[in-house]
């Protein structure tokens, strides 16, 4: 049912291929591999391991479904190395996102936008990356499978209402064989902004409200802005308040704050053009959700 709705959406795009034996891979991950506090490494050992963390990401089938090349999701990983012990050893902190395409336009929505301050791994130039959903083989496989998974659900779930579950499952199973590594990031004492929580936020049924809306804001609000953005200005605002709601009852929540990481400068793009009823409504939610960013919303006073 999920693949039937996905793949409804690019036939109403027009961007299907004509060729249905054309299928592709899941994932059009960029992958970029920063070290700048390394100025005097060989470079080629770093572009080899940013081929090798690419070629994982996007030549391993993550589903079962047939994707055209065209559906493949878009997101990026960039990797910072802050420290190398000169062999395999490797200490670095990354930034991932992922987008999807907004219906009838040539823009692409943030749908994550997070960052993993413990992306530490192990890796030996040359080594081929190891991944079994059966069990804890390597912590850098495990980072990368965890958030393509994870990147799936997401994108899914703005597809279809809670489509993305199955994902977050697989996700978690992840997550559940990481318990007994070393590494961190994987377990609920570390912190209380990890992969830990992450995984918790998405598979408690406490926060459906917040998965239910991203189908909401995407489906029902972006896609038919163009058609009819004042029902998706009133869609989003639903949203906005579903959001607000759980924040009020979960205060630090990871879903919250990760929705609002992702939206933050598109949402006062989407209200800019509001009623003043309509921006004062926005403004009020989202200076009371996402303080930090208070000062990006006195735009919708104006």
């Avoid at 060729?19 to 920063?34: H, I, K, P, T, Y």
């Avoid at 990368?144 to 998974?149: G, H, K, P, Q």
């Amino acid at each position: 049912m999920l693949f039937v709705t996905r793949m409804k959406y690019f036939l109403f795009c027009g961007l299907i291929f004509l060729s249905l034996g054309a299928f592709s891979q899941d994932l059009n991950a960029r992958v970029e591999l920063l070290y700048p506090k390394l100025p005097s490494v060989n470079k080629s050992t770093f572009d080899l391991l940013e081929k090798t963390i690419r070629e994982f990401l996007n030549n391993k089938k993550w589903t079962d479904d047939m994707l055209q090349p065209i559906e493949r999701i878009d997101c990026s990983f960039v990797i910072t190395i802050t420290a190398w012990d000169g062999a395999s050893g490797f200490t670095a902190e990354a930034q991932i996102q992922s987008s999807r395409p907004v219906y009838g336009t040539s823009y692409n929505s943030t749908i994550l936008n997070t960052y993993d301050k413990e992306f530490n791994f192990t890796y030996l130039e040359g080594q081929s990356l190891d991944f079994s959903e059966q069990s804890y083989t390597s912590n850098l496989g495990s980072l990368l499978s965890f958030y393509a998974f994870t990147i799936l659900g997401m994108d899914y779930d703005t597809f279809s209402k809670f489509g993305g579950t199955s994902l977050y499952s697989r996700a978690q199973t992840v997550l559940n064989n990481a318990q007994g590594a070393s590494d961190k990031g994987w377990k609920a004492m570390e912190s209380f902004r990890n992969r830990y929580w992450l995984s918790e936020n998405f598979s408690n049924t406490d926060y459906n409200p917040i998965r239910e809306g991203l189908y909401v804001y995407h489906r029902r609000g972006l896609d038919v802005m163009g058609i009819n953005p004042v029902e998706g200005r009133k869609a989003i605002l639903s949203v906005l308040s579903q959001v607000q709601t759980i924040d009020r009852q979960r205060q630090g929540n990871m879903l919250s704050q990760l929705f609002m990481l992702a939206k933050v400068d598109e949402l006062i793009g989407v209200f800019s053009a509001a009623t003043p009823d309509e921006k004062m409504r926005a403004y009020s939610i989202l200076s009371q959700i996402d303080p930090p960013n208070m000062f990006k919303y006195d735009a919708l006073k104006k």
